[in-house]
């Protein structure tokens, strides 16, 4: 029986409870007309007129407070008070049908909003997120249930394109060290009489290929596991020591350029994982070197505040457009394609930066300026 209801429309599960209620309601009402006019009017009528039985003849004498005998058998009284109830139970299921009817009719004037939104949301799909719902200027919950829904419709449709970008970049990153792959093999096949020179210049092509290779999907891999607890947070990681091995590291590649750095941090340390952060920070202090003007320099300070560990990555390179800063830690983005391509990068760094110090429960923000450089500040914690 519940089964069957839940299968009824709104409107019919509104209408049918309506009813019932209705017909409780009525039913008690009309139990209660015919039991106060069983107490009310009948003694009143019995203080009014005596009743007494002839012995003589066996009938019924009503006797006034005139003393005036009269024969009465009751039946014009028993009839009124048959007609009363009567019409009572009529006046009931009348009330019930009349009254159905109006909540049917009404419910379902009121449900039409409800209606014309599940049939507007029936005519989105997965192909063409961009439709909206048709807010109505009303501020009921119908109202308020379609601001909600487009508003996860603008969530869904960027979670959509920002796939739809992912999928195309990794096809990109991933297709042309493959390329190259390929091509130097076709190259070997066609020359019959391919030098050893040939031979290990082409070799060195492809492991380079296959390194980018085993880098990018290396990164594919650490931003598919950004929710796994795949290593644990087990060891104290200071600062000054990660950031002068990642400047010892980078210094000898950025030399020719005479780019300075500094490092101010004292005995500030973490809580985490020491390859996890060592990768973060190497990703944006190589960027920072990468983007850095010449004799340009790049300062790192860290600190202890009342909310955790802050630490401040900033450099005086060319800087990053502020149209292009909301999006510059999504997978694959470039702010420039042309400049990315010539200091190289597939534009997996900054997603993984992210990834590695929201895992530590951390969060990183950004501010930049064209020509004057950027500074990206990280908090971390207690």
Not at 20 to 27: K, N
Not at 182 to 190: D, F, T
Request: with cysteine.
């Amino acid at each position: 029986m519940m089964n069957l209801f839940r299968q009824l429309t709104l409107q019919w599960r509104i209408t049918i409870l309506t009813a019932i209620v209705l017909i409780l309601s009525s039913a008690a009402l009309t139990a209660f007309s015919i039991l106060n006019a069983q107490k009310t009017l009948v003694p009143l009528i019995n203080e009014s007129i005596s009743i007494s039985k002839d012995n003589t003849s066996g009938g019924v004498v009503i006797q006034g407070t005139d003393d005036e005998e009269t024969e009465n058998d009751f039946t014009p009284l028993r009839t009124a008070k048959r007609d009363f109830d009567l019409g009572s139970v009529l006046f009931c299921l009348v009330i019930t049908v009349v009254g159905t009817g109006l909540v049917y009719f009404v419910s379902g004037k009121a449900l039409r909003p409800v209606k014309n939104l599940s049939k507007q949301v029936a005519d989105i799909d997965e192909r063409d997120l961009s439709q909206r719902l048709t807010e109505s200027l009303s501020h009921d919950e119908v109202g308020s249930l379609t601001k909600s829904f487009n508003q996860t419709l603008d969530r869904l449709e960027e979670a959509f394109n920002r796939q739809r970008r992912f999928s195309a970049s990794a096809a990109h990153e991933l297709k042309t060290p493959l390329a190259t792959m390929k091509a130097g093999i076709q190259v070997l096949s066609i020359g019959e009489t391919a030098t050893i020179e040939e031979y290990k210049e082409n070799v060195h092509t492809m492991e380079t290929s296959v390194d980018r290779l085993t880098q990018v999907v290396n990164d594919l891999l650490i931003l598919a596991s950004s929710n796994e607890e795949s290593e644990e947070l087990n060891e104290d990681v200071y600062l000054d020591a990660i950031f002068e091995t990642i400047f010892d590291e980078l210094s000898p590649l950025y030399e020719h350029r005479g780019i300075t750095y500094s490092i101010d941090c004292d005995t500030v340390s973490l809580y985490g994982t020491a390859p996890l952060l060592y990768r973060a920070f190497y990703n944006l202090i190589e960027n920072a070197y990468k983007y850095n003007c010449e004799k340009g320099s790049i300062a790192i300070r860290g600190s202890e505040t009342e909310k955790g560990v802050e630490i401040d990555i900033e450099d005086t390179g060319v800087g990053i457009p502020a149209e292009h800063l909301p999006f510059i830690f999504d997978v694959f983005y470039r702010v420039d394609g042309s400049r990315s391509r010539n200091t190289a990068g597939s534009g997996l760094g900054l997603s993984i930066v992210k990834t590695i110090i929201e895992r530590h429960g951390g969060a990183i923000k950004v501010s930049s300026e064209n020509e004057k450089g950027t500074k990206f500040v990280i908090q971390f914690p207690r």
